[in-house]
């Protein structure tokens, strides 16, 4: 495997769930042109420890490049486990997955929702967007939307990441 496959791998994958060269960049802490440069072959080199990471977000890993893994898990049922980690009830993943198809935040789970948004590991956060587009039959850049919007409501701590 070399470089240029990788880039092609990321693209498919990042398009797949609705993400912007940008936000991907940001998720994974890289620039947006080096996804850019990452995705049309043309970067000269990328640290190995930056490609895992980056292919850790998108939910890929090195042999090759492949979601299989990724299918076996389920998404939103993770994401609503860790959020409600530290509350004495728990988030269902039907309400994890309403708060992302609306983007609204109910009254009675919004510190499930601030922490799903500050501290659930991003590879679970893509996971949970991915499935949450499918149940509800809309593109996953929909619910992006709807993630930014939930962060700009409850004034995540990590809200430059969903913007």
Not at 4 to 32: M, N
Not at 115 to 128: C, G, I, K, R, W
Not at 143 to 153: D, E, H, P, T
Request: charged share 20%; proline share 3%.
């Amino acid at each position: 495997m070399n470089i240029y496959e990788v880039g092609k791998a990321v693209r498919i994958r990042r398009l797949a769930v609705g993400l912007t060269q940008q936000r991907l960049g940001r998720l994974a802490g890289l620039s947006r042109q080096t996804v850019q440069q990452l995705e049309a072959g043309t970067i000269r080199d990328l640290s190995f420890g930056r490609v895992v990471n980056l292919l850790g977000v998108l939910g890929l890993n090195f042999a090759p490049p492949s979601i299989k893994s990724r299918e076996k898990k389920c998404g939103l049922w993770m994401a609503a486990k860790n959020a409600s980690v530290s509350y004495r009830g728990e988030l269902t993943t039907e309400q994890l997955q309403q708060a992302l198809a609306t983007g609204q935040a109910p009254t009675n789970h919004i510190s499930y929702l601030q922490h799903f948004l500050d501290e659930t590991p991003l590879q679970v956060v893509v996971m949970a967007v991915e499935e949450t587009a499918h149940l509800e039959a809309v593109s996953p850049e929909r619910i992006w939307v709807c993630v930014a919007q939930l962060a700009r409501q409850l004034g995540s701590v990590r809200s430059e990441l969903w913007l």
